[in-house]
């Protein structure tokens, strides 16, 4: 499978169950947690599936339009928890595609940056590869899992922050201002 192949779109309520079996999250609920998120505003979680049948999950994403929560890391909207599953699609373009529907979604909003924080060195060279920049800022991610006996368990990670500029595109720019090409035809 390309990244062709692959159609991203916001989860839905009855995307959930499947999503659970997909990837599971256990007692965490994390696919939950993400829709409800999504469902506040303060975020929109997307699912990427196969166009073809079986149309099954490859990926998930989300956008935090309120940003990171670790206080050093710059403000800005952050794409959080990108994965593609199984293992076999990997590095086959659907985590570039992904990004690029992200990135366009974050631009649409009207915000010009957008960051991601880092701990794998191979997602790590993707994302430079694709024009994030290092920030030098090092953080603390933390989150909480909860085990098959409903024990908590809190993890704190270093983290790299990175950041994209999103460059304003032509049908994007403000309506009346001239476009390269020339101004707006009357």
């Known amino acids: 499978m390309l990244s062709g192949d692959v159609d991203p779109r916001p989860c839905e309520a009855t995307d959930l169950p499947a999503l659970e ?81 992200l990135e366009r979604e974050v631009r649409l909003r009207g915000h010009r940056s957008v960051g ?9 060279a993707l994302y430079l590869r694709l024009g994030y920049v290092d920030t030098g800022v090092e953080y603390v991610d933390r989150y909480t899992w909860i085990d098959e006996h409903h024990r908590e368990h809190h993890v704190a990670e270093l983290g790299q922050w990175l950041m994209k500029a999103l460059p304003v595109e032509r049908d994007e720019q403000e309506p009346g201002t001239a476009h390269a090409a020339g101004p707006p035809a009357r």
């Open 21 to 101: 079996e997909w990837a599971p999250t256990g007692n965490s609920r994390t696919h939950d947690r993400r829709f409800a998120r999504q469902r506040t505003g303060a975020s929109t979680f997307y699912l990427a599936h196969r166009r073809q049948a079986p149309a099954e999950f490859v990926g998930s994403a989300e956008i935090r339009w309120d940003g990171c929560a670790a206080a050093e890391v710059p403000r800005c909207p952050e794409i959080n928890g990108l994965q593609v599953w199984p293992e076999h699609l990997q590095s086959r373009g659907i985590g570039t595609q992904m990004l690029r529907l």
């Open 116 to 124: 991601l924080g880092v701990d794998d060195p191979r997602a790590r």
